[in-house]
């Protein structure tokens, strides 16, 4: 565990930015914005992924999240650079993850900022009729999206959110059949007409019902005391937590069938439900940042989809055919850690 | 006739511990039967696999005709099981033990009042206390009724009476006493050998294996070695030297004293008397008291133990 530990902080996890996704958007096509775009693309810490061929194209990747940053060129880009000496680039920024946010914009102003001379003469040399006067200067323009005022609550609270269910559910739901285990009043419950998974489904329902107000409270307190508005559908937010609040509880069910001490319980929920999910649902690190195998790992995590999910219909306020994917795939978490407890279910000891 | 529970050289392992080597038994309506042995020798074993809990690994067994692996489903239902450890919620009120009990079977107090009524009258001066506050006696008395509840054709208890006071166990076998001529067949095991006689049929376990199943009143009056009780002022060193001498099958120390079992049956008790002096004499024991007395069941089990190892 502490080696683990060791190791992932330090070197898989980091809150560098690594490979962020960027789409740009060039109206007019030319050598000097190609260039400049390459220059952004071979840095190690962005990716292009989309070139897009109009402004909506770029504002739906967005949505989706296809990409995190999108760089907008502006008309004649290259014409009016060379005329004026300076064109304006508009830089968009996804305010639901701030650490991300703002060391993009850092990172994209520095790489503009010094290969943009390089550059022009580079292109005067290759092309000594195109008249260019240097120095040029490109002056980007920052806006950030969801979230103007740059208040990092609006990062944490979907993150809070998937922590405290995971918390709730995961990790009391196990505990609490396994004690009856560990108790001995197990085997009495097991030598009566009464089918056994219901007995544990039953078990289940007041830590569902603890869940819900847990989320009542949350969102209540996000909306009034951190004032993060919920720009989405509400009957979303509230549906989508309810089915990760069921996923959750099915991994406790699930653990409480593996093992038979309340200590075994509550090690692997903290170890294999609590940490996973602060570590790698891309609450406290980006997920782009970390190795293949780590960003592999994290997609079996349903934090990470919830999270996702949680900041798309919260923050971004996207209408939910957006993050119809995140719902199939926690769904999909559900049938399957269900369908797994009951095969590993046994109503013997 | 029809046996309420039919077991057949039932086997269970756990890893390469043979906790049950071939047990057979037959229980019928109206029936004690104990179960008597000391820790480790299977008996929570075999509580377990008859009331479905764990599977054998060998040997079949029915309970009230019904097939302990294929048909648990239905066993489970008209069985009623206490096991060894209090595993009643301790949280829990005596009343709401045992409202959740009978809610569980699809029943109520109510209506089998008649045949928990004895215990429950008990139990009930402390109805509204939780059940872990209760003292010893008292928690087996309530883990009873909740097992009798739903009016079980078969009780099976698992060691009920361990860590109870002596009066409590007297009231806890007149209450299965009682509840015997109710029709139940009941189940109990015991390390105690002296609950042994107040059962109408045993069966001495050790080592996974039953030594012998009878009435207890036949596994004494098939005891046909003389036995004695030998007292001297130094114990220890007189067990050694009596279990030197030839002519004794087996010696173990017994409370105050040590019963001597003799090989030879002819013997009568005058000619064990002098046997023994003369030999502890010979090895400088001088002040030894001997008597001859009649076995009980724990003699039996130490002699069938001595005859099977």
């Known amino acids: ?349 | 006739m029809m046996f309420r529970v039919e077991v057949d050289n039932i086997k269970k392992n756990y890893g390469a511990t043979e906790a049950l080597r071939g047990v057979s038994m037959r229980v019928s309506e109206g029936e004690i039967f104990g179960v008597i042995g000391p820790d480790g020798a299977g008996k929570t074993s075999l509580f377990r696999i008859l009331t479905t809990l764990i599977l054998p690994d060998g040997g079949s067994a029915k309970v009230m005709g019904k097939d302990i692996v294929a048909d648990y489903k239905q066993i489970r239902p008209i069985v009623g099981y206490m096991p060894g450890r209090f595993s009643l919620y301790q949280d829990l009120s005596v009343e709401e033990n045992i409202d959740f009990f009978a809610t569980l079977f699809g029943t109520t107090l109510q209506e089998n009042y008649s045949l928990v009524e004895e215990i429950y009258s008990q139990i009930e001066p402390f109805r509204k206390r939780k059940a872990g506050a209760l003292s010893g006696g008292m928690k087996q008395k309530l883990a009873l009724c909740c097992a009798l509840i739903h009016r079980p054709q078969v009780l099976f208890l698992d060691e009920p009476t361990t860590g109870v006071d002596p009066v409590s166990r007297k009231e806890f076998w007149y209450m299965l006493r009682r509840l015997k001529e109710q029709g139940l067949a009941i189940i109990v095991s015991t390390p105690y050998m002296d609950e042994a006689t107040l059962c109408d049929r045993i069966a001495l376990i050790r080592g996974g294996k039953f030594l012998k199943t009878e009435t207890p009143q036949q596994i004494i009056a098939d005891f046909d070695h003389p036995l004695f009780a030998v007292k001297a002022s130094s114990m220890s060193p007189l067990l050694r030297q009596i279990r030197q001498i030839p002519q004794v099958l087996s010696c173990f120390a017994f409370g105050d004293t040590h019963h001597i079992v003799l090989k030879d049956k002819g013997i009568d008790s005058l000619q064990g008397k002098e046997l023994l002096s003369t030999e502890l004499e010979r090895r400088g024991f001088t002040d030894v008291h001997i008597n001859d007395i009649a076995p009980n069941i724990e003699d039996c089990y130490m002699y069938l133990e001595t005859l099977n190892s």
């Not at chain 1, 009729?129 to 200067?137: F, G």
């Not at chain 1, 780590?294 to 923050?315: E, F, G, H, N, T």
């Not at chain 1, 971004?316 to 999909?332: E, H, P, T």
């Open chain 1, 1 to 349: 565990m502490p080696v683990v530990m060791i190791v992932l902080f330090g070197f898989a996890l980091s809150t560098e930015l690594k490979n962020v996704k960027v789409g740009v958007y060039t109206p007019t096509d030319d050598i000097f914005t190609r260039k400049l775009i390459d220059r952004i693309g071979e840095s190690e810490y962005f990716t292009i992924v989309f070139d897009a061929p109009d402004k909506e194209a770029l504002d739906a990747a967005f949505l989706n999240n296809t990409i995190e940053v999108g760089m907008i060129f502006q008309d004649n880009f290259y014409s009016t650079i060379s005329h004026d000496g300076r064109a304006s680039v508009q830089i968009l920024l996804d305010g639901t993850n701030m650490n991300i946010a703002q060391m993009a914009q850092f990172y994209l102003r520095n790489i503009i900022g010094t290969s943009v001379q390089e550059l022009a003469q580079e292109v005067v040399m290759a092309d000594p009729e195109l008249s260019l006067n240097l120095p040029v200067e490109i002056k980007p323009t920052t806006s950030m999206l969801y979230n103007p005022q740059m208040k990092s609550s609006f990062n944490f609270v979907p993150g809070v959110m998937g922590m405290i269910l995971t918390l709730v559910c995961s990790m009391m739901t196990s505990v609490s059949i396994v004690r009856e285990k560990e108790r001995g009043t197990m085997e009495v419950l097991l030598v009566s007409p009464v089918k056994p998974f219901l007995v544990i489904l039953a078990k289940t329902i007041p830590y569902f019902v603890i869940s819900a107000l847990n989320l009542a409270t949350t969102i209540l307190l996000a909306i009034y005391l951190l004032q993060v508005p919920v720009s989405g559908s509400m009957l979303w937010v509230v549906m989508i937590s309810l089915l990760y609040i069921m996923v959750s509880l099915s991994l406790g069910i699930l653990v409480s069938t593996l093992v038979s001490t309340q200590q075994e319980a509550i090690l692997i929920s903290a170890m294999v439900f609590l940490m996973p999910t602060l570590l790698l649902s891309g609450m406290l690190f980006p997920i782009e940042s970390m190795p293949v195998i780590l960003q592999y790992v994290s997609y079996i995590i349903p934090a990470r989809w919830y999270i996702d999910a949680m900041k798309a219909l919260m923050i971004q306020g996207v209408s939910v055919k957006y993050c119809i994917d995140l719902v199939a795939i926690l769904f999909a978490f559900l049938v399957a850690i269900t369908s797994l407890s009951v095969y590993k279910y046994k109503d013997r000891l």
